[in-house]
């Protein structure tokens, strides 16, 4: 074989060898890219299902077992759950013993507005109203709610409340039986010795149907339940825990 062919045969060689490279380069760049791709498409995926995660926990019902903030009755019959001090925001809660939705939000929000209001981060006022006007859903919700007025505050108060919503009636039957409610009342924590005559005598069922009657009319009351933040309804964000909690602290930074 001459020079020129052996010259000829080793630039042959070179060029196959740099192909061969570039080839070989080119893959790598390729296996790179998609490890890079697989990589932020695993770090995106992860990212949501952080938030989804984190958005699932805050709006998940919570259960809250710690102090209550003080729990009074006012002159007018509404009762106010707050710290001392606090004024704003007001957190106004209208509701009706005997109606599901009310049951449902506070299984989904109640123990969020007792957390919030023992932070001394809102004032709440609760409005126990007696809406219904057929029987047995009136009877059965007056007699619920007289008999947590012969509870002047306090946790038996609460407890005494959280329990009438548990008990809740099936719509269409009679429910809260006085001897049934004397004995939640007892079991609340309730130590005053004259509530059981309070309850079986409903005492203050008179009272009861003018504060509601008022109630509905000056607040403008067309539905349970009602929940209103300074005043402004919060529609279906009340049953969010999550949201509920973030239009407190909203207005509390605004009050601020």
């Known amino acids: 074989m001459g020079n ?14 740099r192909a061969q490279r570039e080839q070989e380069l080119r893959r790598e760049q390729r296996r790179r890219q998609v490890t890079i791709t697989l990589s932020v498409i695993g770090v995106l995926v992860l990212i949501v299902g952080i938030v989804a995660l984190w958005q699932s926990t805050r709006n998940r019902s919570e259960v809250y077992a710690g102090e209550l903030a003080p729990i009074s009755r006012t002159g007018q019959g509404d009762v106010v759950m707050a710290k001392p001090g606090v004024e704003k925001p007001v957190l106004d809660i209208y509701e009706d013993f005997q109606c599901p939705y009310c049951k449902l939000f506070e299984e989904s929000s109640g123990d969020t507005v007792k957390r919030l ?22 009877g059965n919700s007056l007699r619920a709610a007289t008999a ?5 505050g306090g946790r038996p108060w609460m407890n005494l409340h959280d329990r009438l919503f548990a008990e809740q009636p099936a719509e269409g039957t009679v429910g809260f039986a ?15 010795p004259g509530f ?16 509601s009657a008022e109630t509905i009319k000056n607040d403008k009351v067309e539905g349970t339940p009602l929940v209103r933040l300074d005043g402004k309804d919060l529609g279906d964000a009340a049953y969010v825990p999550g949201e509920l909690e973030k239009a407190v602290l909203d207005a509390q930074a605004a009050a601020k």
């Not at 947590?148 to 002047?152: G, I, K, Q, S, T």
């Not at 006085?178 to 005053?192: L, P, Y």
Request: proline residues 4%; contains cysteine; positive net charge.
């Open 178 to 192: 006085v001897d049934q409610m004397v004995a939640w009342g007892k079991e609340a924590g309730v130590t005053d």
């Open 117 to 138: 209001a023992a932070e001394g981060k809102v004032k709440v006022v609760y409005h126990p109203i007696t809406l219904f006007s057929n029987e047995p859903l009136k």
């Open 148 to 152: 947590l007025r012969c509870v002047p």
């Open 196 to 211: 059981e005559q309070c309850v079986r005598g409903q005492r203050d069922a008179a009272q009861q149907l003018t504060y």
């Open 4 to 17: 020129a062919a052996r010259k000829a045969e080793r630039r042959a060689t070179r060029e196959k060898i």
